[in-house]
C-alpha cells in the first residue's frame, strides 16, 4: 500500500515534471537578433568634422521630400523640400519658389515623392541632378546637386500614379514616366467598369537637355495594365528601357485579388531608340494634353510656369518593334539591369522563385519571332525563349534587386524580411540576412548603374516596431546598414528616417563636394525686384499693391522702418541678401503673415507676400541667427486705416558711414 | 665677364615685373566661425581676397567694433605704386645698358629704402584702422586695438591673425636681393 502511495506519488511528480518541461519548451520566445559584429561602432564612426564615404538620397514617401544620410554614419545631412511646401526653408511659400509647384489641376502642395534617381553619364552616377517622380499629380522634379535645392518640376500628362519613374538611360538622355493606374484615354467620364474599354496605361519619355531642361519627347500608348517599375537598360542593352506590369487582368475593383489571377505578367521593353526613329518619321500622333513644366532660374532666383497644350503619341499597332512583353511570374514589382546590361531580374512579388531574362535571348527571340500572341500590337514573346534563369526559392515576396562590383546581386524580401544575396550566372543563393523588418527597396550605392561601388548596402523598411523608442502610434521608418565587402553580409547600423523612404541611391561624396555652390553672387542677380545695394532700396505703391525693394546685411535691415501701408494692401517685400560670405543667410518674417518665412542666401532675391489686415505697428525681423547682433536685426511697419493719408516712407537709421 | 652685373640687374627687373601679377601681402584671418580663413590681399595697385566678396566680409567683421571701411579709392597708395614700380624697372633697365656703379648702389638702396617706407605706411594704415574707432560702435572693448601685424602673427579677440608677404612680396625681396648681388658682382669687378 504504502509502496503503490510512494510510486504513485513519484510517477505524478515525474509526470508533471514532464509536462513542466514540455510547456516551457513551446513558451513564446522572440528570436534574437542576428549576432552583431563587435567591430561595427567603428566601421560606422565618422570623426568629429570628417566627411561621410557616400552620401545617400532617401525618398520622403509621403512627406514629398528627399533627405540626404551620410554613410556609413547615418547622420542625416539635409532635407530637400521637393513637391511639399517647406515652412522652414519657405519654399513653396515665397513667391519664387510657388511657380514649381503649378500642375494642370493648380496649386498642389504635396505629393508622394518614389524614386530618387541620380543622373548619369556612360552608366556612371555623375553628381549633376537628383531626379524623383511624385506619384499622386504624376510629376518628375529635378533637384540640382550644386544647391541642393529643386530646380524644375515637370507634369506628366495621360497619367495616373506615376510610379515607374524617373529611371535614367545611362547618359540622362531620358528620364521615364509609366502610369500605375490605369486611366481613361483622353480623360473622361466613363463607366469604371468600361475599363477593358476606355482606359489606357501611358508610358513616357521626358527628354533631358544638357542644361538639366526637361520636356516630353514623346509618349507610347499600351493596354491599361499596371505599370509599376522600371529600369532603362546600360552596356549592351543601352537604348531600351523595361518596365514592370502588374495587372494584366486589366481589372478596377478589388485587386488584391482580382489581379493576382495570371501565373505571369508582363515587363513591357521599350525600344527609345525606335521610338525616336518612329518621332523622327512622323509616325506619332500630336494628342491635346496639358502639362506644366516648372523651372528655377538661378539667375533670376524665381520660378516660371509654362503651360504646354499637347503630346506626341506612338502606338505600337503603327510602330512595329517598339515594344514586346516579356512574360514574368508573378506581378512583378521591381524590375532591375544588372552593370552588365545583359541580366533583367524581374522581381515577382507573387512568386516562389526569381526570375531573371537574358537580354541576348530577349533579342534573338525577337529575331527570330518567337511570339506566344500579340496583344494591342505588341508582340508577347515566349517566356521560354527570353528567360536567362532563374533563382529558385530564394526567398518570399522578392521586391528589389541591386548588384555589387563582383557579379553578386542583392534581392529584398518583404514577406520573409531579409536580403538575399545570388550570382549572377550560376543563381546559386550565397547568403541571407535579415531586415528589421519588411524591406521594401534596397540601395547599394551606384547599384543600379553600370559601376555600383558594392561597399554598403541600406534596407529601407516598410516596418518598424521595437526598433527605437516607441513615440505613440505612429513610428518612423527604420533603414539598416550591412556590409557588403566581405562573403558575408553584416549588420553595421539601423537608423529611423524621414517619411516613407521608398528608394534611395547613393553616390562617392567626392562626386558631390567640388560642385557646390558656396553663394550666388550678387552682380548675377537678375530678379526683377532686385536691390542691389542699400541706395537701390525703396518702397514703391501702385494702386493697393505696395513693392518693398528691402536688403540684409549683418546686422540689419534697409528699409528697417516702414510707414504709410494701409489695411488691405497686398505688400511684396523683396528681400535681396547684400552678403558675399558663404553659409551667412538672413531669414526675413513679419507678424501676421499667413504663410511662412524668408531664407534668403548670400545674393539671392526672396518675396514674401503680406497683406496686414489690422492697423497697427508690426515688427519684422531676422529669424536665421546670423551675427553677434542678429537679435538687433529687426524693423518695423506701421499699418494704418484703409482711408488713412499717412504718407509712405522708409528709412535706416544710421548704421554706420 | 662684365656682363654678369648687367645680367644680374636685369633678373632683378625680371623679378620687379612678377609684382604685378599676384598679390603683394596678404593678411589671414583664422577664427572659429572661419575654419578655412578670411584672406586679404594687398596688390599694387588694388585690395582683394581669395573670394570676391572678401573685402566686404572683412568690413563686415569690422563695424561690429567700429574700425573704419575699408575703402580701396580712399587709399592713395594704391595709385601711387605702380608708377613707382615703372620707375624701378626702366631705372633697372638703364642701369643694366649703361653699367655704371653708382646706377647699381642707387637702384638698390632706393628699391630697400622704398621697400622700408612703404611697410611702415602700411604700419601707419593699420594703426589708423586699428584705433580709429567710432565710438557708437555696438562693441566696446576698453584699450583694445585692433591693429593687425605689420610682419608675424597676432591674437585679436576671436581671431588669429598672420600678416605675411605673398609671392609678390617675395619677388620684391628677390628683386632687392639680386640688386645687392650686381652690385657686389659691379664693386668687385671695378675693383680688379
Ligand atoms: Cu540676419
Redesign the interface.
Known amino acids: 500500500m504504502k509502496r503503490n502511495k510512494i510510486l504513485i506519488t513519484s510517477l505524478v511528480i515525474l509526470g508533471l515534471v514532464a509536462i513542466f518541461k514540455f510547456v516551457a519548451c513551446v513558451t513564446p520566445e522572440k528570436p534574437g537578433d542576428s549576432a552583431l559584429n563587435s567591430d561595427a561602432a567603428n566601421k560606422v564612426y565618422v570623426a568629429p568634422g570628417e566627411y561621410d564615404e557616400f552620401y545617400g538620397f532617401f525618398s520622403g514617401g509621403f512627406s514629398g521630400q528627399v533627405s540626404v544620410y551620410g554613410l556609413p554614419s547615418g547622420r542625416l545631412l539635409k532635407v530637400i523640400p521637393v513637391f511639399s511646401q517647406d515652412a522652414e526653408k519657405g519654399y513653396g511659400y515665397n513667391e519664387e519658389t510657388k511657380p514649381l509647384l503649378n500642375t494642370s489641376f493648380g496649386f498642389v502642395p504635396w505629393d508622394d515623392a518614389h524614386h530618387p534617381e541620380l543622373s548619369q553619364t556612360n552608366g556612371e552616377t555623375d553628381g549633376r541632378w537628383l531626379f524623383i517622380n511624385g506619384n499622386n499629380t504624376p510629376r518628375i522634379a529635378r533637384i540640382d546637386l550644386t544647391t541642393f535645392e529643386t530646380a524644375e518640376i515637370i507634369e506628366i500628362p495621360n497619367s495616373g500614379g506615376n510610379h515607374s519613374s524617373p529611371f535614367t538611360t545611362q547618359n540622362t538622355e531620358y528620364v521615364v514616366a509609366g502610369t500605375r493606374f490605369g486611366v481613361p484615354y483622353p480623360q473622361k467620364d466613363v463607366a469604371i467598369d468600361s475599363y477593358a474599354e476606355n482606359f489606357k496605361g501611358m508610358l513616357s519619355y521626358i527628354k533631358v537637355d544638357e542644361k538639366g531642361h526637361m520636356d516630353i519627347a514623346f509618349q507610347i500608348l499600351l493596354p491599361a495594365f499596371d505599370y509599376d517599375l522600371a529600369h532603362s537598360g546600360k552596356g549592351k542593352s543601352d537604348g531600351w528601357t523595361f518596365f514592370t506590369s502588374y495587372n494584366t487582368e486589366q481589372k478596377h475593383d478589388l485587386l488584391e485579388v482580382n489581379a493576382s489571377q495570371n501565373d505571369k505578367d508582363f515587363i513591357a521593353a521599350v525600344n527609345w531608340k525606335k521610338a525616336e526613329e518612329y518621332v523622327a518619321q512622323g509616325k506619332f500622333k500630336e494628342i491635346p494634353a496639358n502639362y506644366y513644366i516648372n523651372r528655377y532660374d538661378d539667375d533670376t532666383h524665381t520660378a516660371t510656369s509654362n503651360l504646354k497644350k499637347t503630346v506626341k503619341v506612338l502606338t505600337p499597332e503603327d510602330c512595329p518593334g517598339l515594344v514586346y512583353f516579356l512574360p514574368t511570374p508573378k506581378s512583378p514589382h521591381g524590375v532591375d539591369v544588372d552593370p552588365s546590361g545583359e541580366y533583367i531580374i524581374g522581381n515577382g512579388k507573387l512568386s516562389a522563385d526569381l526570375t531573371v531574362h537574358s537580354f541576348t535571348n530577349m533579342l534573338s527571340a525577337i529575331e527570330n519571332q518567337e511570339y506566344e500572341t500579340t496583344i494591342a500590337g505588341v508582340p508577347v514573346l515566349k517566356y521560354d525563349k527570353v528567360v536567362g534563369g532563374v533563382v529558385v526559392k530564394p526567398g518570399l515576396g522578392p521586391l528589389h534587386t541591386e548588384f555589387d562590383n563582383e557579379g553578386n546581386a542583392y534581392t529584398t524580401f518583404f514577406i520573409s524580411s531579409e536580403v538575399v544575396k545570388w550570382k549572377l550566372g550560376t543563381w546559386e543563393v550565397l547568403d541571407r540576412i535579415p531586415t528589421y523588418y519588411s524591406v521594401g527597396h534596397l540601395m547599394i550605392p551606384g547599384g543600379d548603374s553600370h559601376k555600383p561601388d558594392g561597399k554598403y548596402l541600406v534596407a529601407l523598411n516598410k516596418i518598424t516596431k521595437d526598433r527605437y523608442l516607441p513615440t505613440g502610434p505612429e513610428m518612423n521608418h527604420s533603414a539598416q546598414l550591412y556590409d557588403i565587402s566581405g562573403d558575408k553580409m553584416k549588420l553595421l547600423l539601423d537608423f529611423p528616417t524621414v517619411g516613407e523612404p521608398h528608394y534611395a541611391q547613393g553616390i562617392a561624396a567626392s562626386k558631390l563636394i567640388s560642385n557646390s555652390k558656396k ?1 550666388f ?1 550678387l552682380e548675377d542677380n537678375q530678379h526683377p525686384y532686385r536691390a542691389l545695394g542699400e541706395k537701390e532700396t525703396k518702397v514703391v505703391r501702385d494702386g493697393n499693391i505696395v513693392h518693398v525693394y528691402m536688403t540684409t ?2 546686422s540689419h535691415f534697409a528699409p528697417d522702418n516702414i510707414e504709410g501701408i494701409k489695411v488691405g494692401d497686398k505688400v511684396y517685400f523683396h528681400v535681396t541678401n ?4 558663404f553659409d551667412v543667410p538672413h531669414g526675413f518674417a513679419v507678424q501676421g503673415a499667413r504663410n511662412a518665412e524668408l531664407l534668403i542666401m ?1 545674393g539671392q532675391t526672396e518675396t514674401l507676400f503680406w497683406m496686414p489686415e489690422r492697423e497697427g505697428v508690426f515688427p519684422f525681423y531676422c529669424t536665421d541667427f546670423c ?3 542678429h537679435q ?1 536685426m529687426q524693423g518695423y511697419v506701421r499699418v494704418s486705416p484703409a482711408n488713412a493719408n499717412t504718407p509712405l516712407k522708409w528709412s535706416t537709421g544710421e548704421p ?2 | 665677364m662684365s656682363k654678369l652685373p648687367r645680367l644680374v640687374n636685369t633678373l632683378a627687373v625680371v623679378a620687379l615685373l612678377a609684382v604685378f601679377l599676384w598679390p603683394i601681402w596678404q593678411i589671414v584671418l583664422y577664427a572659429p566661425q572661419y575654419p578655412d580663413g578670411v584672406k586679404m590681399y594687398i596688390y599694387v595697385d588694388k585690395l582683394g581676397g581669395d573670394s570676391p566678396g572678401t573685402l566686404q566680409n572683412v568690413n563686415i567683421l569690422n563695424h561690429y567694433v567700429g574700425m573704419k571701411k575699408i575703402e580701396p579709392d580712399s587709399i592713395p597708395e594704391l595709385k601711387l605704386m605702380t608708377p613707382i614700380l615703372l620707375f624701378f624697372v626702366v631705372f633697372g633697365l638703364i642701369t643694366a645698358i649703361f653699367d655704371k656703379k653708382w646706377m647699381y648702389y642707387v637702384w638698390t638702396l632706393l628699391l630697400i629704402v622704398t621697400f622700408l617706407v612703404g611697410l611702415y605706411d602700411f604700419y601707419l594704415w593699420e594703426y589708423d584702422y586699428g584705433h580709429t574707432l567710432d565710438p557708437n560702435a555696438p562693441m566696446k572693448f576698453d584699450g583694445a586695438s585692433f591693429q593687425p601685424p605689420v610682419f608675424g602673427k597676432k591674437v585679436i579677440l576671436n581671431f588669429v591673425v598672420y600678416s605675411i608677404p605673398h609671392i609678390a612680396g617675395y619677388c620684391l625681396a628677390i628683386s632687392a636681393g639680386l640688386g645687392i648681388l650686381a652690385s657686389f658682382l659691379k664693386y668687385k669687378f671695378s675693383k680688379a
Open positions: 553663394i553672387k546685411i549683418r547684400l552678403e558675399q560670405d548670400p551675427s553677434a547682433l538687433e554706420e558711414s
